[in-house]
C-alpha cells in the first residue's frame, strides 16, 4: 500500500505509511503546509491585501486636498448611482452600461472573426503554419500604446482611409476617423482578436472531422453542421477566449480614451481619472469594487455555463 489517507489514523500520535515512508500526521500536515505556503503567501500579499484595502477605501472620505480621511461613508456608491450634490443624474450608469456594451460587441466581433482566422490557420501546410502564428502574435512584440497610437495614425484625416470614407460621403472632408465609436471598436478588437483566435485555433486543430462528415452525410445545411459538428468541439477554447476577452475589455481605458476621446468615457478611463487628475481614490476605489463585482459575476457565469454544456 503506497498511501493510506489520514482520516484512517485513529490518534495523531500514529504513525501511517505515506509514499514508502512511515511517518506521523502531523509531519505531513507541516509538509503541506511548507509546499503551499509560497502560493498562498503570493495570493495574500498579491490579491487579497489589496482587494481588502480597495474595499476600505472605497466607504471611506476624500479630504478636501484628495487626501483620505478614515470616516466610513456611503456617499461613493451614491454617487457611483447617480446621486451627487446637484441632484440624481445617470452619467456614470450610462459609462458602466455603455462599458458592458462595448466590452459584449467587442468579444462578439472577436469569436466572429476568431474562427474564420482559426479554420484559415489550421489548413495551412505544418511548414508556414508557424510563420501564420507569428504574423498573429507579431502585435504582442509592441506596448499597447504604440499599437493605438498607430490606428491614430491609419484614421488621420490625410490617410488613405479617412480619404475614402470622405469620398463615400460617410466622412466629412478633411476630418479624420477618430474620435469615434467605429475607432474603439476597430482597436479594442485589434487588441483582444488574439486572445480568442488562439484558443479556438487549438480547439479547431483537435477536430473529430468525423463528426462533421456525419452532419454533411444528413444533409443539414451548414449553420446546422457548425451549430451541431463544429461549435460543440471548440467550445471550450471558445470559453477561454470569450473570458480573456469580456473581462478585460470591461476595465480598458487605453484605446477608448486615445481613440474614443472624452465623448466615449468607459468605466476604465473613470477609474483612471479618479486615481490621476481628480485624486478622489474612495471613489475610484467604489468604481473598481464594482467592475470586481462584475468580473467575479461574468467568472462565475461562464463557469456555470461550461458545467451545463459538459452535462449536456
Known sequence: MEYEPLEHAKEAHEIILHNG???????????QAVFISPGMLTIVILLAIPCVSLFV??????????????AFTLDNIKRLLGFGYFGWSADNLVILWRSLVVAFFTTLFCVALSYPLAFFLAARPAKTRILW???LLIPFWTNLVIRTYAWLLVFDSEMPFAKILSWMGLLEAGTSVYPSQFAVYVGMVSVFLPFVALPVYTAVEKLDWSIVEAAVDLYSSRWRVFRHAILPQTMPGLSVGITLTFIPAMGMFVVPDMLGGARYMLIGNLIQQQFGTSRDWPFGAALSLVLMILTLGALIAAGKSAKKK???
Open 310 to 312: 459538459g452535462k449536456a
Open 21 to 31: 515512508e512511515m511517518v506521523r500526521p502531523s509531519v505531513i500536515r507541516a509538509r
Open 133 to 135: 502564428l507569428t504574423i
Open 57 to 70: 477605501v472605497a466607504f471611506l472620505t476624500r479630504g478636501q486636498y484628495g487626501e483620505i480621511q478614515f
